[in-house]
């Protein structure tokens, strides 16, 4: 039966704060808690980090416009919502920079996440509890958690403000740059590492594990092109202590919520559609991922977001060893010819489809419904072993190992029927540059539309010269819009930054 990290709601006075002005700061609500009467037990202590784990289910993070900012901006995606301005935020099209779905709602719930785990550092440790590697774990589940938000924020924005403590209305805190963002969070992860589980029972399943810390560790140093300390990170997955990670022999049940928390997952988000409210704060408020609701092919769902069709092309270049499609194909992506290729009907039905149309599958719930709406229970599997392994063969090949980073990449090779590495391409042989170019092949056939295809980009330095642009647009027409230097990262929201002296624009907006 499927575990979901359920959360207490708070006094809206410790959830999260803004910009507001002196008249605002005199009300008070005379029913409600101060936080010192709040943070006083274990049970205020357990309420407080559920209600960061709650988080993930708002508009701003992963219950939706996440994905329209790691998926559709990147060469995998795009959107041709009539919501002009929706669709122009996935083009690089940045002209209102306080524009809430593309940027204001993200950068709120990102700061409202990081003040809520700020609360649980602050004030857990002063709470006296009867088992005292619960507390730790808790304040170890609110610095993973912060790292987790301060990675993607540094990602997304990249020269942020570093909040560290619970913040207050009149706080104008300094803006530092990536590379400051990454450090704090190398420090939390590490930090969270001592204290977390191997695994977690019951309930509880969804919390994260040493496990998760190493698996977002790698993710960090493979960002910052640290090859040898992201693959002591992976070493401990894959041949360490954390060594318990396997793929699932059905490549389908990554994406399901059928088979959720199985071996392959390192970490994932636990969605539920038991709850049908809405992103607020209130007791009936939804836990669940609008993804599909947005991302599903037309009459199904609104449709704002695409695949691109030339993965499409990218999954039938190779056969498998009985000669037949990349299974793979089946599970990632709605396109024109899947019935005829796989027999599949979309959704229960026959679709006609235009010939360079294709719509990302996974996540959505055709396999037992003929619709989709905002209530979507299946979990995101933020870090896949199958993730890893791949990393763990970039990291080899950087680091001159290449020919002992086949074995990894034929790992995730098999489970698809792909033959060896070497088999299929020994062109290859011990090049460096060749191995990372199929590697970069690699990814997209087995992560396409899992929101690593950004990052792989910039960590790739494909986005920062204009010839690793062009290239792009050959595929995805949108980067003939992308500006190197500028549109690798997004705009701060300009009310942040006409309100803190301390925040300057990012450099050519």
């Known amino acids: 039966m499927k575990k979901i990290v359920l959360y207490t709601t708070l006094l809206s006075a410790l959830l999260f704060f803004n910009s507001c002005n002196d008249e605002d700061l005199e009300l008070t609500n005379p029913n409600a ?13 357990e309420q407080g980090v559920n209600s960061i784990y709650a988080m993930f289910y708002k508009d701003g993070l992963w219950s939706r416009w996440m994905y329209f900012r790691m998926d ?20 690089f099209n940045y002209v209102n920079y306080n524009f809430w779905e593309g940027n204001g709602v993200t950068w709120r719930d990102t700061y409202k996440a990081i003040f809520r785990c700020n609360q649980v550092l602050a004030n857990v440790p002063e709470i006296e509890f009867t088992d ?32 560290l403590d619970p913040s207050t209305p009149g706080d104008l805190p300094p803006q ?37 810390v190493k698996g977002f560790l790698a993710k960090l140093y493979m960002q910052q092109r640290k090859w040898s300390e992201a693959k002591a990170a992976m070493d401990y997955l894959i041949s360490g202590e954390g060594a318990m990670y396997s793929l699932v ?38 836990v669940s991922n609008t993804r599909a609701q947005f991302f599903a092919p037309r009459s199904i769902g609104w449709s704002d977001g ?50 360079d149309e294709a719509w990302f599958r996974k996540g959505q719930r055709d396999y037992y419904r003929n619709n989709e709406d905002y209530y979507s229970q299946v979990n995101y599997r933020m870090i896949r072993y199958a993730d890893i392994l ?33 088999t299929a391409h020994p062109e290859i042989g011990s090049s460096h540059d060749q191995f990372l170019a199929r590697l970069k092949k690699e990814r997209v056939l ?30 995805d027409p949108d980067f003939n819009g992308f500006v190197v230097g500028k549109t690798i990262r997004m705009p701060i929201p300009q009310t942040e930054v006409q309100n803190n002296p301390n925040l300057q624009q990012n450099p050519g907006y």
């Open 390 to 422: 791949l990393m763990y063969a970039e990291a080899l090949n950087e680091l001159g190992q290449t020919t002992e980073a086949y074995q990894y990449v034929d790992l995730v090779r098999a489970r698809a029927k792909m033959a060896p590495l070497a």
């Open 446 to 475: 087995e992560l396409c539309g899992e929101s690593v295809r950004w990052l792989d980009l910039k960590r790739w330095g494909d986005l920062e010269t204009q010839a690793g642009v062009d290239a792009i647009a050959e595929r």
């Open 72 to 91: 559709l901006t990147s060469d995998e995606g795009f959107s041709k919502s009539p919501w002009i301005e929706l669709a122009d935020w996935t083009r």
């Open 249 to 286: 022999s059905n490549y389908k049940d990554n994406f399901t919520d059928l088979n959720e928390n199985n071996p392959e997952s390192v970490f994932e988000i636990q969605f539920g559609g038991q709850r049908l409210g809405g992103t607020d704060e209130a007791a009936n408020a939804a």
């Open 306 to 355: 695409q695949a691109r069709n030339w993965m499409v092309g990218l999954f039938k270049e190779e056969p498998n060893i009985n000669g037949g499609i990349d299974e793979r194909l089946r599970h990632t992506l709605f396109y024109a010819d899947i019935e005829a290729d796989f027999g599949d009907l979309i959704y229960g039905r026959h679709w006609e489809w235009d010939a």
């Open 176 to 212: 530092k740059t990536k590379q400051e963002i990454f450090t704090q969070v190398e420090t939390d992860l590490n930090e969270a590492f001592q204290a977390l589980p191997l695994t977690w029972a019951g309930e509880d399943i969804g919390r994260p594990t040493k496990g998760a």
């Open 33 to 45: 808690l101060t936080t010192d009467q709040f943070w006083a037990t274990p049970s205020d202590a």
């Open 132 to 163: 005292p590697a619960r507390k730790e774990s808790i304040l170890a589940e609110a610095k993973f958690l912060r790292a987790l938000h301060y990675f993607y924020a540094a990602e997304l924005w990249e020269n942020i403000p570093l909040v």
